[in-house]
């Protein structure tokens, strides 16, 4: 410290810290660091949500052979598909309330939800994440193998996607990491939903879309090649 002080009031300047100041925007309210978490774990909470249930309902049926009964009824696909969903929606649902009542209680949290907005967030979301998953099943095969390849994606998309910490706060080498990865949208959805970030109208709706029409069109023709598979 004494060498610091005496460099400083001598006029010598060669030891210094090269500081990057990164912009993230805000919303309308006041952000703080809970707040920040709590908002990323909801947003993390659809995507685990989603994924693993679709992952472990079908992996359990496939491997208690259920699907080849159920082949045998005049359900179609995606009629199986959604039943087996709903209620997993329904769990997820409250799940959320939860995590949101837990964090007023335990943490006083200051958010400031818009609900209407969220409840439509946590639908889009939980249909895309629930598409995702289907699809991993479709992929890996093997129930097993898909859930450890789920569990890695979950940790990358923990790091890279903005839920802990802004995206920005990244090296600018990895920072497309993040932007490639469907929970970061998931992600600054529920924040704008909490008034902790702005984002466009515009976006809100696309993102949202893109989640439900993409999420919806994986569950029909991952189920559809899904339930074909199983002889």
């Given at each position: 410290m ?7 009031f001598?006029?010598?300047n ?16 006041q952000e703080n660091?809970?707040?920040?978490i ?16 679709m ?9 208690l052979?259920t699907i080849?009964?159920l ?8 009629e199986?598909t959604l039943?087996?969903?709903s209620t ?6 409250v799940?959320m309330?939860i995590?949101v009542?837990l964090g007023k ?32 099943l ?12 789920a569990s890695i994606?979950y940790?990358?998309?923990t790091?890279f996607?903005?839920?802990y910490f ?7 080498s990895?920072r497309?990491?993040g ?10 959805l529920?924040?704008?939903t ?9 976006a ?7 989640l439900?029409?993409?999420?919806l069109?994986l ?8 339930l074909k598979?199983e002889?």
């Amino acid at each position: 410290m004494q060498s610091l002080l005496k460099k400083y009031f001598l006029g010598m300047n060669e030891d210094y810290i090269n500081a990057e100041f990164v912009e993230t925007p805000i919303g309308e309210s006041q952000e703080n660091f809970l707040d920040f978490i709590l908002t990323g774990v909801i947003g993390f909470s659809l995507l685990s949500g989603g994924m693993f249930s679709m992952i472990n309902i079908f992996g359990r049926y496939r491997k208690l052979g259920t699907i080849k009964r159920l082949k045998a009824s005049p359900m179609k696909p995606i009629e199986l598909t959604l039943s087996a969903s709903s209620t997993k929606l329904f769990l997820n649902l409250v799940s959320m309330f939860i995590i949101v009542f837990l964090g007023k209680i335990i943490f006083d949290s200051s958010l400031t939800f818009n609900w209407s907005l969220l409840v439509i967030v946590f639908f889009t979301s939980s249909i895309g994440m629930m598409g995702f998953g289907i699809l991993l099943l479709l992929l890996f095969k093997e129930p097993s193998v898909t859930i450890e390849i789920a569990s890695i994606l979950y940790f990358a998309m923990t790091f890279f996607s903005g839920v802990y910490f802004p995206v920005e706060f990244l090296p600018s080498s990895v920072r497309w990491v993040g932007n490639i990865l469907p929970v970061k949208y998931v992600v600054d959805l529920v924040r704008y939903t909490g008034n902790i970030k702005q984002i466009s109208l515009n976006a809100f709706v696309i993102i949202n879309l893109v989640l439900f029409v993409g999420g919806l069109s994986l569950l029909f023709v991952s189920s559809e090649v899904f339930l074909k598979e199983e002889k």
